[in-house]
RNA sequence: CGGGGAGUGGCCUAGCGGUUCAGGGCACCUGACUGGGGGUCAGGGGAUCGCCGGUUCGAAUCCGGCCUCCCCGACCA
């Protein structure tokens, strides 16, 4: 799976780079000469890199703040090192793996016509108002001021940015579809940062934005990126499924997130086990219980002495809680708003939030709902307008449309009312699906399937975003007929220190980390034992720069340490490939191979050594 | 922001009012032995016990306030 992306494999994309920069550089680079001379230069400079003087130290135990596995691994084998809470320095190791994942995004960006830029971190709070977000967007943007109290805002995504961009530099379909992507640092004021890299307020993201003359266009763009993702995912052994998805504030109808299944993702995801349907559960759909026919019957009160909740109720009554009707009261920035929905369900703020318009949404406290004039435990939908002190918006589950002779609230305590029917009795001013799914639930897609619940971890989102963006800050070309239109967009985004943790997470074994071969920080870590004898040091030596000079990446562990130090070492620093120089192997003329993925080493003669790791290793 | 937990050398921790209380392990420095899975011995450096205030003859230890970090929830790559 992974050894066919190897440099100078048959994955033309990644083998033709360097002569693609070539051919797009000046007449001066184009000689054959300089050519030749760049590319020994580069195999010259290979990394030295001896844990002697590493900047990194490995830890024996992790500290107690890491719960998480990839968090334990990434400060026990020295990749990072925390500065506060979600923001993280990267040390020697961690970087080089950092850089070597972005190389295989930036790859697979660049195959599918993706043109990288960098755009700035520091933006004008001008540009958000002209989208709208300046308001909208939540958490709130980071703003700092400048010496001239210039509000500027730290970027935490670049729709605006990049969209004028776009509107400055394209004027014309024949230069679209346009692929833009940058790998840049964003800012977040997250509520809560967590999990070591998993969720952080300063990260590092890749994030492209395509734009295309027509919906069509936005779907072939669409398709490409996510292709793409597969891709990426794949050379980094990390498996991933992508999920129907919630856009959020950066808006747009289709969206689509990738979750690498694990129990310390903090994403629910709902899977069919029937079909292919899967949904991250702020989005999900459920085939909801359908209620019998019956015929209306008039409402009556019953007195239920103390029953606040929907289980008490039903018990009491003797029904199931789909006979009833659950009230649960909102403030929508700050406004009341009472939602309705049947009482076997539960409430999906994400899809209520939506029905509102992306409203900031909380739960109102007792004496709120009291100030409002109603009763909580015992509130109902019916009359509910003529006894509220302020005018209350009433949002209702589609469930409850169809559900006869439910039991609701009376809006007093201590009392209930039997048979209360949508549309005779009470009206919504919104009925939508606002119902969360769960393990458990039938899938609304295929007949028979059930969702199961699993947590995940969000690697990357794709979203097609339609004009949103394009039209607010009009970013627009003209169209083959010479007519103006709108360009219409799409964003990609990979979170690439969280993918870090997500590989590390889906990469690891009780020893420490196993790099896959594509980001290892070093192809090859030698294990040099018994340093202080000659033949080893020269032998260990020699080993070292005949592989960089054969262009393979080497970590070398000159240290004097003891042997077990050193293998429990290579172990959690995860090295594919480990080489050991010891007396013992010199005596038969040969080194020791191990690959980390296995428990066996070969012994390969000193004279083939460096040939062949120089072909494992690529 | 609500709920829970924790702050003792770089890391893990003991101690929870005085009495070798500032201790142990890892890591680090020096030396010796050792040399294929975190070895042993000897010596050594490094901490105003998160900060501020209070109680007390005496505070790492008790009280109050603050700060920071972690976990769960409301948001996101």
Known sequence: ????????????????????????????????????AMQQHRTYARIEMRISTLIANTLREAPSEAETPSHKLLLRAGLIQQLAAGIYSFLPLGWRAMR??????????????????????????????????????????????DRRERELALGP????????????????????????????????????????????????????????????????????????????????????????????????????????????????VLICNKCDYAANAEKADHRKLVLPKEDLADIEEVATQGIKTIDALAEFLKIGNEKTLKAVFYAADGEPVFVAIRGDLEVNETKLRNALDGADLRLMDDKEVGAVGLVAGSASPVGLKDMAKRPVRIVADESVQNSPNLVAGANKADAHLRNVNYERDWQADIVTDISEAGEGDACARC???????????????????????????????????????????????????????????????????????????????????????????????????????????????????????????????????????????????????????????????????VDKLAGMAG
């Open 1 to 36: 799976m992974r050894a066919h992306y190897r440099l100078g494999s048959n994955r033309t994309e990644a083998a033709y780079y360097p002569m693609r920069w070539f051919v797009g550089a000046s007449s001066f680079l184009r000689s054959r000469e300089t050519a030749l």
């Open 447 to 609: 007949g028979g399937g059930t969702l199961d619940a699993k947590r995940g971890i969000e690697i990357g989102h794709v979203f097609k975003l339609g004009t949103v963006y394009t039209e607010k800050l009009g970013a627009k070309f003209l169209d083959a007929d010479g007519q103006q239109q709108v360009a219409v967009m799409g964003c990609y985004g990979i979170g690439v220190d969280r993918l870090l943790a997500a590989v590390i997470e889906a990469n690891h074994d009780e020893n420490g980390i196993v790099w896959p071969e594509s980001i290892a920080p070093f192809a090859v870590h030698i294990v040099a034992l018994n340093l202080d004898q000659d033949e080893v040091r020269d032998a260990a030596e020699r080993l070292y720069s005949e592989l960089r000079e054969r262009g393979v990446d080497v970590l070398y562990d000159d240290r004097e340490e003891r042997p077990g130090v050193k293998f429990a070492d290579a172990d959690l620093l995860g090295m594919p490939l480990r080489v050991t120089v010891s007396p013992r192997n010199l005596k038969e003329d040969a080194v020791e191979l191990k690959r980390r993925t296995e428990a066996d080493a070969e012994l390969v003669p000193l004279s083939e050594a």
């Open 100 to 145: 070597k994942l972005e190389q295989v995004i930036r790859e697979e960006m660049d195959a599918v016509g993706g043109q990288e830029v960098h755009m700035p971190v520091l933006q004008p709070v001008e540009l958000w108002a002209e989208s709208g977000r300046l308001e909208t967007y939540i958490p709130p943007l980071l703003i700092v001021k």
């Open 157 to 268: 995504t670049h729709e605006e940015v990049v969209t004028d961009i776009f509107r400055q530099q394209v004027q014309s379909y024949r230069n679209m579809p346009a692929l833009v992507y940058q790998i840049q640092v964003k800012f977040r004021d997250e509520v809560r940062s967590r999990g070591g890299l998993i969720r952080l307020r300063e990260f590092i993201m890749k994030d492209m934005y395509s734009f295309d003359a027509d919906f069509e266009g936005l779907d072939k763009s669409y398709d490409a990126t996510f292709a793409a993702y597969v891709k990426i995912f794949d050379r980094l052994s990390l498996p991933a499924i992508p999920v129907d998805a919630d856009s959020g504030p950066i808006g747009g109808k289709d969206s689509q997130e990738f979750m690498h299944l694990t129990e310390v993702g903090e994403n629910t």
